[in-house]
Every structure is written in structure tokens, then in C-alpha cells.
């Protein structure tokens, strides 16, 4: 199994890959959209998970307009939770009213489970996680995605590694820096190959690329647009 990370200075890269087709690459390609926002395809089945959210709320990352005109037709959209640096309804309505698409996240996560039965070689396990803002704890989900035989973890806002210490053998796992501390304070082993930091401030990103820069299987997702690839395995 291999692993690419790609910078976004890789702009003809990623065009090649557009103009041949991801279904061809016999890959996963995971896009980098803001805070805990990613864009996930195999080339037939497009994903995206807390994306659409509210552009700079709370101080997170903006993004482009020209971002919800790019969002593919009768895409999967699943959330962690519904604070507004993650989803907005009135973004998620519009692109769903132009293009198609189906919602899960916290209101119907049984369906959102039974999505193996829709898709091929798919399987999605939620897993019932703290988040507490200001002594009120609100509904939120983490993720584990198995997809083609590779497994990838969705923290969201979690600040409790617990879950995430539980789960072996992961290939690819998304947590934000506060998991990860957490996790190195508690001395909580995350069993991941490689782990993507998400959902930094913009005070954060800076210092975040001088503390990661010289980890080699831990990376900061400091610019939108950033792109990973997970060579599939072919018979």
C-alpha cells in the first residue's frame, strides 16, 4: 500500500489525474476543503464530509464561493455535527436543490449505516463521541470509513481520544490538534499510519507547519486544496 501526500504546488498533478479520470487510478483521492471539510472519491462514488459549512465561522477557514459550484451531482454528504464551522443548512440546501445529493449525520445515522448496502465494497461505523462547548455537550459523530479495504477516521470536534484509542489498524485517521494532544497527554496510542491534522485556526497554521514539518507520518493540513491519494491495492 502507498501513500501520497500531495501540496497544492502539484496543480498539474491533479489536472492529469481530472483529465484521465479517478475511476482509471484504481485509488481513493481525499481533497482538503477547510476545517474538518473533505471531498473523498474512488472515481464512481463522491463523498463529502462536514462540507458545505458556514464560510469564516467562528474565525475557521473561508472558502470560495466557486467551492459549492464544484461539489459533483447527487453527492453523499455526512456530518459530525451541526456547528456551523461544519454544516450549513442553508449551503447544504442549495447544492442539494441544484445538483441532488443525500444528508446523514446526527438525525439519521441508522441510514447513514446502511450505506454498505448501497455502495460497493463500502462500510461506515459511527461512533457516539464528546463535544462540549461552554458545559453544554452537543450531538456528535466520528467515523470510521472502510472503503476498498482501507480504513479512515473521521474525529470531527471530539476532544476525548478514547474512541479513537480503541480502533486498531487504521490507515488513515483525521483528527484536530486538540485530539492529538489530548491523546499524547493521556498516553493514548492512535494505531494509525498516517494521521492528518485537521480543522486548524489561522493563528494555528503557522506554528503547526514548524511542528509537524519534520514528522514523517503525521501532517498538518495548513492549505485548502491539499490532496491525498491511497493507492488501492489491483489483482
Given amino acids: 500500500m502507498k501513500r501520497t501526500f500531495i501540496g ?42 462536514d462540507f458545505p459549512y458556514k464560510s469564516g465561522a467562528h474565525g475557521y477557514m473561508e472558502f470560495d464561493e466557486s467551492e459549492l459550484d464544484n461539489i459533483k451531482e447527487n453527492s453523499i454528504f455526512i456530518f459530525t455535527h ?41 462500510e461506515i461505523k459511527a461512533f457516539k463521541t464528546k463535544h462540549k462547548v461552554f458545559g453544554i455537550n452537543f450531538r456528535h459523530y466520528s467515523y470510521l470509513i472502510t472503503w476498498h479495504g482501507k480504513r479512515i477516521y473521521l474525529s470531527g470536534d471530539t476532544t476525548n481520544p478514547e474512541t479513537i484509542g480503541k480502533i486498531k489498524n487504521i490507515d488513515l485517521a483525521f483528527i484536530p490538534y486538540w485530539l492529538y494532544e489530548n491523546a499524547k497527554e493521556q498516553n493514548v496510542l492512535i494505531d494509525a499510519d498516517e494521521i492528518g491534522i485537521y480543522h486548524l485556526h489561522p493563528a494555528e497554521i503557522k ?29
Fill in 82 to 122: 451541526k456547528h456551523s464551522d461544519h454544516y450549513s443548512k442553508k449551503n447544504l440546501k442549495k447544492v442539494i436543490k441544484e445538483k441532488g445529493g443525500t444528508k446523514y449525520g446526527v438525525s439519521n445515522i441508522s441510514e447513514l449505516e446502511k450505506l454498505n448496502k448501497t455502495l460497493n465494497d463500502f
Fill in 8 to 49: 497544492i504546488i502539484f496543480t498539474l498533478t491533479f489536472c492529469l489525474f481530472t483529465t484521465l479520470g479517478f475511476s482509471q487510478s484504481k485509488e481513493i483521492k481525499i481533497e482538503f476543503l477547510g476545517n474538518c471539510g473533505l471531498y473523498l472519491t474512488d472515481g464512481t462514488t463522491n463523498i463529502y464530509t
Fill in 207 to 235: 506554528p503547526a507547519g514548524k511542528f509537524f514539518k519534520d514528522k514523517e507520518n503525521e501532517h498538518p493540513f495548513t492549505e485548502q486544496g491539499k490532496i491525498i491519494t491511497i493507492e488501492l491495492q489491483t489483482k
